[in-house]
């Protein structure tokens, strides 16, 4: 193996043909595709009955859009400068894929959350989407220019410092680095005002409560002595409701098979406690903005008694946004590309995380990754920031994407090319900018097409 030494070489070198000023452009070409087009691409492999819902979502903000547009800000960063080092990617390192999550040992991490469109690229991929994410947000927050460009330089120099702390750390401390709720107080103790110290402690404790007990709260009703999932079509939609009494019963008869090949997955513990459930109601649920049209169920089950339910959620995996533009993924199963991903990435995991490939009743095969439902997930939210705010949330954010990249990329190397002055900070700034104007006049694109009839958007 090349030594440390020759490694940093190696990053410094990369400068020749990848200057780190030269991350600043952002250029499309005449013939770039038209935004529409692509995610009309995306929906023709969706549920049909939800792709209006889609575009309705997508169509409330730039924001919104950006969090359903990675397919689209793929190709335009397969045009961007590279330095020649790939890692692991997120694949959508938005900044709404931040968020608090738990760790099997029960305490309260800050990682990264979605891996749908996880893949092996070049890392600058991730770092761009992450302040284009940065500075669309502060704008719809009215922040003025010099804020913005304050709250991205500061999310990018959070990523290279983080990066360059790795570099001189053992691999096995870089695999142990995690960010508890310990370190977020001390954080907010040191950064934050006493209103955003407040806020920090309240989304901590609301992370602690969400869970499969309070989903159970929230999502069912008892019928019959038993419980059962709730309808509120067509955001939450149960199978006798959503189906006639056969289709019903066979689509259940699909899932239950899903979840017992899905088990196989799993580690020989996991695989115990799981069998220590029974599955009680399922149901089709929708999430997110990007994903609204995917096949996406929701399973309650029961453990010693009533009291004791675990809600999964099963969610159909297609090809990464990335793959055209980094290569295919190493694994023909698309649920295992998102679950290994996600394993290499995530300092903590869901126990309960692992995937399976299931044919439909239309006899299609799809693949799916299955993790719990709630797991003391907490989002925190953006539109409520003020610039500190937004800033201090930025550098969290850029010192966790750099962990994740180290885990998997060369980070000697990634470190020695960014180097320790702010010239690729800046240079990411200037990008950001560029391409949160480019987002607009996508989303725009996406309005007109709504108005013109072209596409049929449905408001919530």
Same mark, same amino acid.
């Given at each position: 193996m090349p030594s440390p030494e020759e490694r940093a070489r190696l990053g410094k070198a990369a400068r020749a043909h990848a200057p780190r000023s030269a991350h600043a452009e952002f250029a499309p070409p005449r013939n770039r595709t038209d935004p529409v087009d692509t995610v009309e691409r995306q929906s023709a492999t969706r549920l049909p009955e939800l792709v209006p819902l889609r575009y309705g979502r997508m169509l409330e903000s730039p924001f919104r859009f950006y969090r359903g547009a990675a397919a689209i800000m793929a190709e335009d960063l397969s045009r961007t400068p590279v330095s020649g080092f790939r890692t692991q990617l997120c694949g959508d390192a938005h900044l709404m894929n931040f968020r608090l999550l738990a760790s099997a040992e029960r305490n309260l991490l800050f990682d990264l959350n979605d891996f749908d469109e996880t893949l092996p690229g070049p890392w600058e991929w991730d770092v761009k989407r992450l302040a284009a994410s940065m500075v669309i947000a502060a704008r719809e927050n009215g922040f003025d220019d010099a804020e913005r460009r304050t709250i991205v330089r500061a999310t990018v120099r959070s990523y290279r410092e983080q990066m360059w702390r790795f570099a001189g750390m053992r691999d096995l401390d870089v695999w142990y680095a995690r960010a508890d709720a310990d370190m977020l107080k001390e954080l907010a103790g040191g950064r934050l005002r006493a209103r955003g110290r407040r806020k920090l402690s309240a989304q901590l404790a609301k992370a602690r409560g969400r869970d499969s007990l309070q989903a159970a709260r929230?999502? *069912? #009703?008892?019928?019959?002595?038993?419980?059962?999932?709730? $309808?509120?079509?067509?955001?939450?939609?149960?199978?006798?409701?959503?189906?006639?009494?056969?289709?019903?019963? @066979? %689509?259940?008869? !699909?899932?239950?098979?899903? !979840? *017992? /090949?899905?088990?196989?997955?799993? #580690?020989?513990?996991? @695989?115990? !406690?799981?069998?220590?459930? &029974? %599955?009680?109601?399922?149901?089709?649920? %929708?999430?997110?903005?990007?994903?609204? &049209? *995917?096949?996406?169920?929701?399973?309650?089950?029961?453990?010693?008694?009533?009291?004791?339910?675990?809600?999964? =959620?099963?969610?159909?995996?297609?090809?990464?946004?990335?793959?055209?533009?980094? /290569?295919? $993924?190493?694994? /023909?199963?698309?649920?295992?590309?998102?679950?290994?991903?996600?394993?290499?990435?995530?300092?903590?995991?869901?126990?309960?995380?692992?995937?399976?490939?299931? @044919? &439909?009743?239309? /006899?299609? =095969?799809?693949?799916?990754?299955?993790? =719990?439902?709630?797991?003391?997930?907490?989002?925190?939210?953006?539109?409520?920031m003020v610039p500190l705010g937004l800033r201090v949330f930025g550098e969290l954010c850029g010192a966790t994407l750099a962990r994740a990249h180290a885990r998997s990329g060369d980070r000697i190397a990634i470190s020695a090319y960014l180097g320790r002055g702010d010239v690729f900070d800046r240079a990411i700034s200037t990008f950001a900018e560029a391409y949160a104007d480019q987002n607009e006049r996508d989303h725009a694109a996406l309005a007109k097409a709504a108005s013109s009839g072209r596409v049929k958007a449905t408001r919530e």
């Open positions: 929230k999502l *069912t #009703e008892v019928v019959g002595g038993r419980p059962r999932i709730i $309808s509120d079509p067509p955001m939450l939609s149960r199978l006798d409701d959503l189906l006639p009494g056969a289709e019903s019963v @066979q %689509v259940e008869e !699909l899932l239950r098979g899903l !979840l *017992t /090949g899905y088990q196989r997955s799993l #580690e020989p513990d996991r @695989q115990h !406690l799981l069998e220590q459930f &029974g %599955v009680v109601d399922m149901a089709r649920k %929708v999430v997110g903005v990007g994903s609204v &049209g *995917t096949r996406c169920w929701v399973v309650l089950l029961l453990g010693r008694d009533s009291g004791d339910p675990l809600f999964l =959620q099963a969610k159909e995996a297609s090809e990464s946004v990335l793959a055209p533009y980094a /290569g295919a $993924s190493r694994y /023909g199963i698309q649920g295992k590309r998102v679950v290994a991903g996600q394993r290499l990435m995530q300092s903590a995991g869901d126990i309960f995380l692992g995937w399976e490939r299931a @044919q &439909g009743m239309d /006899g299609v =095969q799809r693949d799916f990754y299955v993790r =719990q439902l709630r797991d003391w997930k907490g989002v925190i939210d953006p539109s409520q």
